[in-house]
Structure formats: structure tokens, C-alpha cells
């Protein structure tokens, strides 16, 4: 067995300190003598690096020290990760590109096209994360009014004919939502590898498409128990269609090198999260399911960082300090180490792990955390039967 | 008024070129070392690296419905060819204008501002159908009317709601910084006068075919345009076959099969050619010629300083 570990690209700048939210790489906030990509040269000038130029060193980062490739989050107010990938394509060697997509904004087979034709940019480094949408206002702003089941019946048909185009030169197709009569890409692109599928979107709707077309079913990281029993879930629909699901968890880590050290971290980054942010942190709505479990278990009042541990080596506080889930491990080297063992354990075949600054968190966690990997896992295997 | 020249990538041109199912073998006693990982994209980075470094001032290339994704090669090929401009041309069947606009921003912030928007004209029922575009005939120029308005809107305003027949927005808009970059200059093509109607209220350049009325068609244009109180570029989709004499042009010229509406002649003729239809109004040309690699280098070392020198001893708009 082996385990698949990703990195992520963040898609709406990133910080220099996991201690302090306000993005000082990229240009979501107001640019200053600190800044880079874009900052200043030294003369104090405009230096012409654009936020795709870090970008591409975060990716060149992961993909050197041991991760297959990042997720490519987006959202509203960040950069798209289909051109993300397509221009970084030729100018990293290994690393694979998660692209988050919600079907229902591309036309299908133009998206296959987009598809194939990016696993030519890149050979075959193209792979997917396949979003429905959190739902509420967002799913309004880019211009999307189905409704939320109505939004897993599209992505699955928009799944079948994106495949379906891929797979045969002569393809039909009669959908509720896409009709196609005779398609199919041509047969160079059609040569490609399909690429994998990771599926996320916790409810019921969303496990039933997910067991029809996902490779991997990707969670956030929620309690323990409550996760083996999703993983368990997801497992047991697909092996009643006859299909094999992987199941991978996206998560963030507060690495260091001792405990103290990555709880003072946190506790510094909680002390500066602003008066606005604990406002939003708290009136968070949408119809996603994903969201409502990650926020069943943490207190919707934090007045201390200790109010927000739920867990041991687990803090649920990580939406404060940036955006997206909100539980994430924190700890030592081999603290971490250990909890990714535990997840394995579980059954987890996959991860995508993340850290601020993602830069060199991608070395960090590369060179520290990972080769400690699968120490426990054995001991813990026999402890759980 | 200045004159952009681009080069036409057409990437289903030279199919065999680079495409290593398709590649020439060569005989068992040359030690072969070429792999899978080289492919098609480096054939096109090459084409536009010779673009760029014969001085053409970008590239343009035409929607395919068999071959690669135009908006994923010009993406491919940003950051390595720097300084080109980088036309790609879709249909606008590719799905939310909203998500087309936010890819768009992307590209823009990631390679200084150089992307070209250019709408495909709308495909025959039957290959329309075949890419899941049940948009009816007569529905088709309020589809590409809606798509460009919504790219538009979410682009330059905030909050921008609309709700029309395909489209739907409700409180959009995009937000600093992804607002920043200019919205690439949107390429609209067709001879007929319904098509210059849709460029004079969507278009930034309207580009005609070789075989186009020019005097009459740029009249109808720019008069259609004013209506519409905007101002819509003149530039023309031009197959050329330049050789060093008229002679050797005329020669080949008869013994390939060109496209309608292609200059033959010397270098000297196609440029003074050139030259007279720029004098007509036309501010953007895309010239293409085959085998698209050698006839860039070609062209763009022995034709375009000619028609260069030609337009800076007798200024356009003096």
C-alpha cells in the first residue's frame, strides 16, 4: 500500500507567518515595502513579479520535496486554477496539478477538450477535485441558481458526458441537463490518460455521485471517530456498485520542531486574528454540509485559543487564520507523524496537507514530517483489531 | 493609428509535426532518444518563439473542435514566450461567462495583460450538437450577445446582476486585485452584416476575411459602430505566399492549394499589397502562411520590415 500526499497552491496570496493573516505575498492586500510577488525592487520601484512567479515557486517546492503534486482551490476572490496549471505546465517537472472545478461552469466537452489538452502541456499531470458548491450567495455570483441536489444530478451527468466524449470517438448522450449527439474528442487527444477524480461534498447527494464517479473521496478532517464512519460510508456505497473508492483527507498542519513551539504559534496567530474576522467566523452560512460537521464540533465562542482545541494535537480554529476547513493538526514533527498514521490507520490512502507560509511549509513538512511517516501505523493496525 | 501584426498558430496545422504517435520513424539503425514527454506543445512554444523573435506582435490562434484547447496552449505558452500577445479564439458555448471572465482575469495577472479574446462563429447545427450546444439558430447572436455583456459586467462592475435568456447573475462582480488587469480586447469575425452588427456593440477589432469588400465592409462597420456610439477596430484574416520574386511566388503559388483571398507575390509586392490595405483602415492583421514555423521565420524576417519601413515613410494618419 502507498500513500498518496499532495500539497496545495493558495489561490488568494498567502502570508509570510502562520502568526498573521494579512497576505503580504501576492496582491489581495494593499502592497507595501515587505510584499512580494508583486513588490518592490531596491530602488523602491514596481519589481514586475506577478503572484503567479510565487506560485510557481510553491510548486516547484512541493514537487521537490516529496509531494505528487497540490490542489488548486477556487473560489471568488481567487485566481483559476485551470490557467494556474496551464501556465505552470511546462516549467515544473513532477508535480500534479488538483484542479477544483465545479462542473456545472464549463461546458462538458469543451472541458474535456481543456482537459486533454492540459495532459499534453503537462503529460498527464492533470487531475481534478470535483466541487458542487457550498451553495448560498457564492453559487449566485458565478451565476449558478440550481439548487443544491439539483447541482449533484448536473455534476454527475456533466461527469458521464465528460467521460463519455473522452472514452468514445462516437458519443450521444441524453441528459436532463446535457444532450450530445455524436461527440467525442479526437483520437489523439482521446489517447490521454483520464484524469483522476477526487470528489468532495459530505452530503447524502453528494456520497451517491461521488460512489458513481470518484477515485477519491476527499473529507476535511473532522474527529476521528466521525471520520472513520464517513470513510466507512463512502467505502461500503461504492463497493455496492461494484467500484473502488479511495478516501483522502485535506488538512493543515502546524508543524515544528517541538509542541511548545507550534502551540505558541498558534496562540500568536489567534491573538492577532482581527475583530472583522471573528464576526464572519461566526455568522458562516451556506447550505454545505462539509462546513455545518466542521462547525458541529467547535464552540461558536473563542475567546482563548485553548477554547478552540478539540482534540489532542487538533485545533479547530484554522478558518481564523486563513481561509478554508477549520480543524487542523498541530504538534510536533512526530506528533504530526503520528496523527497521519492514525489516519492511515482509519484508512485514509491519501492526503492533501497545506501550512503557512506554504512555501516553506512544502520544505518543512517534506523534509520533517513525512519521512517519519508509517513508524506507527503497524502498531497502531493491531492495536485497532 | 498603429498596426498590429500577429502570426496564425492554427494547432490542427502540421498534425504529424511533434505528435509522437504520428512522427516519422526513423530506421532501426539510428539510436532514436526521443520520448512521449516531447510533444505538440513544444512544436507550438517553437512557433511562438519564432514569432516573438521575428518581431510579429502576437499570436492568434483559431478555434479547433479536433485538436487542443486554444485558451490551455496560449496559457501553456505565456510564460516562456514573453512580450507576445496571445489571441485565443472559443466558442461561446464554453460554459459560464462568468467562469470564461474569471479565466481571463487569471491569465491576464499572470502574463502582464497579453490575452486576446476571439468568439468562434457559431459551428453547423450538427457540430454544435456534437459539443452539447443545443442553443437554437436564431437564439445564437442574443447567446453571444448575453456571454459578452456578463464577461463584461462581472468584470468592470460590482455588484453586476443580470438575468437574460442564458445568463444569470445575482450580486457579482469581481473584487480587487482580479479587477485590476484590462479585460483582454474581445476579436469578433464574419463578413455579413449581421456579424459587424454584433461587433459594433460587443467587438473591440472586427476581423474580416481576405476575400472581404474592404472599403465597403470598414464603412459599414465604423458606421454601425458609431450608432452604437463605440469604436471598433478594422483587421483582416490574411493567408500570404511571399517569396524573394514575384516569379518563384507565382510558381509555387500554382502548384499549392491556397486559401481563397492569399497575397502571392515578393516580399516587396505583398508589402506594398499590405501597405494599400492598411491605408484602407486596417489596423490589425493576422497573416498565415504553411508550414507555420518556417513561414514565420520567413516572414517575419524578409516581409515585415519591409511593410514596417514601407508604413513609417508614409504614415497612416498623418
Known sequence: MTIDIFWRLPTHGCHSSIRRASNDRGDWSVTGAHHLAPGLDGAGEEDGYAYIDHLAQIAKAAESAGFQGGLIPSFPMTDDPWVISALLARETRSFRFMIAFQPGFGNPVQSAQAAASLQRASGGRALFNIITGGGGPAQLWWGDSFAHDDRYGRTSEWLDVFRGVWEQGDFSYDGRFYQITHGGLPPHLRAEAFPEMWFSGSSEAALEVSARHADYYLSWLEPFDQLAAKFARVKERTAALGRQQKVAVRVDLVARKTEEEAWRDIASGFDNVSQATRDSWRNQRGDSVGSARQAAVRPTEATHWRDLKIAPGLWGGFNLLRGGPAIGIVGSYEQCAEKLDELIALGADGFILAGTPHLEEAWRVGEEVLPLLGRHNADLREAAE | ?318
Open chain 2, 1 to 318: 493609428m498603429s498596426l498590429s501584426i500577429h502570426w496564425q498558430l492554427d494547432v490542427a496545422a502540421e498534425p504529424a509535426r511533434n505528435e509522437p504517435s504520428a512522427r516519422t520513424a526513423l530506421p532501426g539503425l539510428i539510436r532514436d532518444l526521443r520520448h512521449a514527454g516531447q510533444n505538440r506543445f513544444d512544436y507550438y512554444a517553437q512557433v511562438a518563439q519564432a514569432t516573438a523573435q521575428t518581431a510579429f506582435d502576437g499570436l492568434y490562434l483559431p478555434f479547433r473542435a479536433q485538436a487542443d484547447e486554444t485558451r490551455i496552449v496560449a496559457s501553456a505558452l505565456a510564460r516562456e514566450v514573453r512580450g507576445l500577445a496571445l489571441i485565443a479564439e472559443f466558442p461561446a458555448s464554453v460554459g459560464s461567462a462568468v467562469y470564461a471572465a474569471k479565466q481571463a482575469v487569471t491569465f491576464q495577472r499572470g502574463a502582464q495583460g497579453r490575452l486576446g479574446w476571439a468568439i468562434a462563429p457559431d459551428d453547423a447545427p450538427n457540430a454544435r450538437a456534437a459539443r452539447g450546444d443545443t442553443v437554437s439558430d436564431g437564439d445564437l447572436t442574443l447567446r453571444l450577445a448575453e456571454f459578452l455583456t456578463v464577461a463584461h459586467g462581472v468584470h468592470s462592475q460590482r455588484p453586476f446582476s443580470f438575468k437574460g435568456d442564458f445568463f444569470e447573475v445575482e450580486q457579482g462582480g469581481f473584487a480587487d486585485p482580479l479587477n485590476r488587469p484590462a479585460f483582454p480586447p474581445v476579436y469578433l469575425r464574419g463578413d455579413s452584416e449581421e456579424a459587424l452588427a454584433v461587433s459594433a456593440r460587443h467587438g473591440d477589432i472586427h476581423l474580416f476575411s481576405a476575400t472581404a469588400d474592404l472599403p465597403s465592409s470598414i464603412a459599414a462597420l465604423t458606421a454601425l459602430a458609431e450608432k452604437a456610439g463605440r469604436q471598433v477596430a478594422a483587421g483582416l484574416l490574411q493567408p500570404v505566399l511571399a517569396r524573394e520574386s514575384d516569379e518563384e511566388a507565382a510558381q509555387d503559388a500554382a502548384r499549392l492549394a491556397l486559401p481563397p483571398g492569399t497575397l502571392v507575390g515578393s516580399f516587396d509586392t505583398v508589402a506594398a499589397d499590405l501597405a494599400v490595405l492598411v491605408a484602407l483602415g486596417v489596423s490589425h492583421i493576422v497573416l498565415s502562411a504553411s508550414p507555420q514555423l518556417e513561414e514565420a521565420y520567413r516572414l517575419g524576417q524578409h516581409l515585415l520590415p519591409r511593410l514596417r519601413a514601407r508604413l513609417a515613410a508614409r504614415p497612416i494618419a498623418a
